[in-house]
């Protein structure tokens, strides 16, 4: 009888196929190893693809971004309120395995002193610092069409600190990282910025997993 049903199942998933893979499947790598990944490919010359302007990128997987001062609990999240559009702020929340929430970086094969991107997975859209803040920190980040590398507020230098990565940006006359904002802190719905940094020390706000 066992052998009979194997046989009905086996010829049902030849038939109607098997099962679709969610798109929003949770990410099974962690920050860290997506950009020992990119790292990798760049290195090997694979995973690349060419962009109109001639430009290649290398993406890696999508993972979800944690800031170690607020730990497993909250993640990076484009809210969902914004629908993924330009502008739409982007900030912490309550970690719910959203497609939101879910990162890829990507990698320009150039010699830009700033060649990381952070693009949202549900948008296609790049983590962006709005230009109207005209290089100055505490403003908030928000998700913009991918510049490729043209927008200064969307490209970033990683650091990695074994476990974790702090990330510096070039929009500020002062040293500036991607930061958690202690002092703005509400839990969901509170905001990340750019904040003065000490990249041979980064604070808990500043250290990214």
């Known amino acids: 009888m066992r052998s009979f049903l194997s046989i009905v199942i086996a010829v049902l998933i030849v038939w109607f196929g098997a099962a679709p893979v969610s798109a929003a499947?949770?990410?099974t790598v962690s920050a860290v190893e997506a950009y020992e990944q990119v790292k990798k490919n760049v290195a090997n010359g694979v995973g690349g693809r060419r962009l109109a302007s001639g430009v290649t990128v290398y993406d890696s997987d999508p993972f979800f971004f944690h800031v170690r001062a607020y730990g497993d609990s909250y993640c990076l999240d484009n809210f969902a309120s914004g629908n993924g559009a330009n502008n739409s702020p982007v900030g912490f929340w309550i970690c719910n395995r959203g497609i939101t929430e879910q990162w890829r970086w990507r990698y320009y094969s150039s010699t830009a002193y700033y060649g990381w991107e952070l693009v949202n997975q549900a948008s296609g859209r790049c983590l962006d610092y709005p230009e109207s803040a005209d290089g100055q920190l505490g403003w908030q980040f928000n998700v913009y069409d991918c510049k490729e590398g043209a927008a200064g507020g969307q490209t970033f230098r990683l650091y990695s600190?074994?476990?974790?990565?702090?990330?510096?940006?070039?929009?500020?006359?002062?040293?500036?990282?991607?930061?958690?904002?202690?002092?703005?802190?509400?839990?969901?719905?509170?905001?990340v910025?750019?904040?003065?940094?000490?990249?041979?020390?980064?604070?808990?706000?500043?250290?990214?997993?």
């Open 25 to 27: 499947e949770p990410p």
């Open 161 to 191: 600190n074994g476990s974790s990565l702090a990330l510096a940006s070039p929009v500020s006359q002062w040293y500036a990282c991607l930061d958690g904002y202690s002092s703005r802190w509400q839990g969901s719905g509170s905001p």
């Open 193 to 209: 910025g750019l904040w003065r940094c000490d990249l041979n020390n980064p604070n808990d706000y500043q250290r990214w997993y």
